[in-house]
T-cell receptor, first 115, second 114 residues
């Protein structure tokens, strides 16, 4: 039972255009959402997060949108750069595991930004 | 500021053996979480340690165990290794067992069980 789903395994975008990565979740107890970027042979790198009390958070070229009624979030990257090419993971956070705030990850989307 | 480090980078073990993986937290962080990432999937939560106590556990059997030391470094131990334990093991540190929303990951240890 996948509680966090990233339905697009891959996405290709031209340099300078917008990249939109999508994520859906099923657990209404999730109250914090994060995006991580992962290059090969490295651990995931934290990008941006959003609390469930907000619907938008912006940090430079990265914006995360949260639609709680649809249980959907998206990451917008504008403008996309070749260095953004990586696997992007959506993660959701809650206290389902005792008192630990655990992260539940999607399966990732490989973003390729073409020069 | 020192980031999260893990050792070893790669490891090959035989089915039935035991393995210990190590993690040093980011400076100032007191919480460590361990994740298993199988090929083509997202990381899955194994357990979390806060101030040397297990603070929560995912859906992993008891042969997966851990420790956290006074300096907040941590170990993941896996007994009776199975072929399906082959994966990338990620350690993440954060501040505060209850309030650490952003977790910062190390580069991982690639474990291969043959």
């Amino acid at each position: 039972d996948q509680q966090v789903k990233q339905n697009s395994p891959s996405l290709s975008v031209q340099e300078g255009r917008i990249s939109i990565l999508n994520c859906d979740y099923t657990n209404s107890m999730f109250d914090y959402f994060l995006w991580y970027k992962k290059y090969p042979a490295e651990g995931p790198t934290f990008l941006i997060s959003i609390s469930s009390i907000k619907d938008k958070n912006e940090d430079g070229r990265f914006t995360v949108f949260l639609n709680k009624s649809a249980k959907h979030l998206s990451l917008h990257i504008v403008p996309s750069q070749p260095g953004d090419s990586a696997v992007y993971f959506c993660a959701a956070s809650d206290f389902s595991s005792g008192s630990a705030r655990q992260l539940t990850f999607g399966s990732g989307t490989q973003l390729t930004v073409l020069p | 500021e020192t980031g999260v480090t893990q050792s070893p980078t790669h490891l090959i073990k035989t089915r039935g053996q035991q393995v210990t993986l190590r993690c040093s937290s980011q400076s100032g962080h007191n919480t460590v979480s361990w994740y298993q990432q199988a090929l083509g999937q997202g990381p899955q939560f194994i357990f979390q340690y806060y101030r040397e106590e297990e603070n929560g556990r995912g859906n992993f059997p008891p042969r997966f165990s851990g420790l956290q030391f006074p300096n907040y470094s941590s170990e993941l131990n896996v007994n009776a290794l199975e072929l399906d334990d082959s994966a990338l093991y990620l350690c993440a540190s954060s501040l505060g067992g209850l309030a650490g929303n952003e977790q910062y990951f190390g580069p991982g240890t690639r474990l291969t069980v043959t």
